[in-house]
């Protein structure tokens, strides 16, 4: 149990200092590992299994909705990435350049994708002729590379892993629509799959993606209150289409401009998962994603039959879910921390005494609950905790949300929130960017999340100027 003990203390208490906290957990659930690459890091097996788990749990989202999946090139020519003025503007500080092809100076400048929505168009603007062609529902798996200054493993990396959503429309209502729909799909995953409800809404004008109309976005609150955008959907109206001569022959035979949409999610849902279910015994998975539901430690292994009865089971039970057998030579109680290390939601024992009393033990990850079942119908009990896991992981967030969330109805009382208080404040807004600049630039931070669909009346007036509210936001600091 000393070895145990040792593999415990090495994280780092979330209360002590939650940015070492999650490089804890990062590395020593052997999620990812530093490259030579500034800014880059190395998904390991564990890591990229959680990711392929949520790829697969999307991508089958998408394409029930009737998106395709296509690949785009990873370069794009410098005069292709200008054509909408907006869209490079806000792209420009992050863009990595390929300027030498082998040995010989390039003639322009290739960008390495911050995002695809340049090399669509230009694809949409040869395969897009009449209304026949609409809708457009594409999908693409990829890497994007931005050059960030500040990197963090899952939530900023030079490079990282997502997918992007672009799509075409016939009208300006289908497009929202869309835009809208692919947000929802967004806010069932969280919760349901990843057990993290979320607050979702619209961008303010200042904080919305470069080039779009509308963007609208999910905002799940971290453990230590600070905000994670987690995902985003963007209506683009026709300003791209027109861009990029991007034109169909319309039912009333003439030349209209399509309607398009883009939206996005990417590993940084791994780190919103870190810093949302973690504790300081390391990981905590949700079972939807976790590539290891169930863990089975065979106790007293040496003792005859017990081997036996543990394969047996896993074969048993893996019919049903993702399981892994650990019959390696380390001692018990060093298998337990390493699956509580790793996140994994349910861990079963079993024993000499257990297999005589045709049982087994099941323990929850969460609330480390230990609860005797029967081998009989013990695929039942596992589903059983598994739900349970989800349920109380969900559970968790929405108490951490709403007793992180406060309420202020003037600047002394946002200020002294900000300070003092961490999490969201609800607060509300004149629509002027002068206030959401004097907010950011007074609480060192303090940023605009969204404005909510379920927006609530606090008062009459701004809480930063006095003038008359439009809108109430939720206002966060932001990873």
Known sequence: MAKEKKLVEQITSMDVDFAQWYTDICKKAELMDYSSVKGCMIFRPYGYAIWENIQKDLDARFKALGHENVYMPMFIPEGLLQREKDHVEGFAPECAWVTVGGQNKLSEKLAIRPTSETLFCEHFKNVIHSYRDLPKLYNQWCSVVRWEKTTRPFLRTSEFLWQEGHTMHESAEEAQAETL???????????????????TGRKTEKEKFAGAEATYTIEPMMHNGVALQGGTSHYFGDGFARAFDITFAGRDNTVKYPHQTSWGVSTRMIGAIIMTHGDDNGLILPPAIAPIQLAIIPVAQHKEGVLEKADELKRRLAKSFRVKLDDSDQSTGWKFS??????????????????????????SRVTREK???????????????????????CARVLKNLEEKTHVATNFEEFLDIAENKPGYIKAMWCGDVECEDRIKDETGGVKSRCIPFNEEKLSDVCACCGKPAKHMVVWGRQY
Do not use: W
């Open 181 to 199: 729909n692919m947000l929802k799909v967004y806010e069932d995953f969280y919760r349901d799959s990843l057990a993290i409800p979320a607050i």
């Open 338 to 363: 390493q699956y509580e290390m790793k996140g994994v939601p349910v861990r079963l024992e079993i024993g000499p005494k257990d297999i005589e009393n045709n049982s087994c033990v099941l323990v």
């Open 371 to 393: 609860k005797f079942v029967s081998l009989d119908n013990v695929e039942a009990e596992v589903q059983a905790m598994l739900t349970q896991v989800h349920d109380e992981l």
